[in-house]
T-cell receptor, first 114, second 113 residues
Framework: AQSVTQLGSHVSVSEGALVLLRCNYSSSVPPYLFWYVQYPNQGLQLLLKYTSAATLVKGINGFEAEFKKSETSFHLTKPSAHMRDAAEYFCAVSVGEGFQKLVFGTGTRLLVSP | DVKVTQSSRYLVKRTGEKVFLECVQDMDHENMFWYRQDPGLGLRLIYFSYDVKMKEKGDIPEGYSVSREKKERFSLILESASTNQTSMYLC????????????FGPGTRLLVL
């Protein structure tokens, strides 16, 4: 079954440091891949998505992710963390007939210290 | 902007009660989804609807049913609530193409006593 693995349930960085959140997927064919962010007491909001166009995808709030088929990875990065980036981040892969459903990873909580 | 609204932010119910969670979207999206979110488990799909009156089971449908009588509204029903259904419930909607973004509501936090 197709799945997503997010390494690290918590990641801590200092403000201004590089953010790297890891996501690996298992899929027999190139899927659609998504990163969503959830701020406290809110629903999920799309950060960026890969839909088989450019492998380097730029999203909102300065985040980007690179699709690497050889590594089955779609890691999320941001050069310089801000306090407002503190949230939970979910990677998701499209699955099923017509890729209509999403399977989400277990999430990574990003903590940003001053 | 796409808006997905959920009828309640917080609900407290008793074991055995029938519970209705309502979700409404205002963007004429064909697809709608119900997920539950639990710490350490991420989001898990309960049911998916790809059109009015059409539904498909997700990964954890047991104990739940759904109804979609109108395109904009997708209801999740807990026929007889149990304590293990205490969770955060998230609704989402999306146009029919799989590569499109899912738009999420703010969630309903359900506590079953």
């Amino acid at each position: 079954a197709q799945s997503v693995t997010q390494l690290g349930s918590h990641v801590s960085v200092s403000e201004g440091a590089l953010v790297l959140l890891r996501c690996n997927y298992s899929s027999s064919v190139p899927p659609y891949l998504f990163w969503y962010v959830q701020y406290p007491n809110q629903g999920l909001q799309l950060l960026l998505k890969y839909t088989s166009a450019a492998t380097l995808v730029k999203g909102i709030n300065g985040f980007e992710a690179e699709f690497k088929k050889s590594e089955t990875s779609f890691h999320l990065t941001k050069p310089s963390a801000h306090m407002r980036d503190a949230a939970e981040y979910f990677c998701a892969v499209s699955v099923g007939e017509g890729f209509q459903k999403l399977v989400f990873g277990t999430g990574t909580r990003l903590l940003v210290s001053p | 902007d796409v808006k997905v609204t959920q009828s309640s932010r917080y609900l407290v119910k008793r074991t055995g009660e029938k519970v209705f969670l309502e979700c409404v979207q205002d963007m004429d999206h064909e697809n709608m989804f119900w997920y539950r979110q639990d710490p350490g488990l991420g989001l898990r799909l309960i049911y998916f609807s790809y059109d009015v009156k059409m539904k498909e089971k997700g990964d954890i449908p047991e104990g739940y049913s759904v109804s979609r009588e109108k395109k904009e509204r997708f209801s999740l029903i807990l026929e007889s609530a149990s304590t293990n259904q205490t969770s955060m419930y998230l609704c989402a909607s999306r146009p029919s193409r799989a590569q499109e973004t899912q738009y999420f509501g703010p969630g309903t936090r359900l506590l079953v006593l």
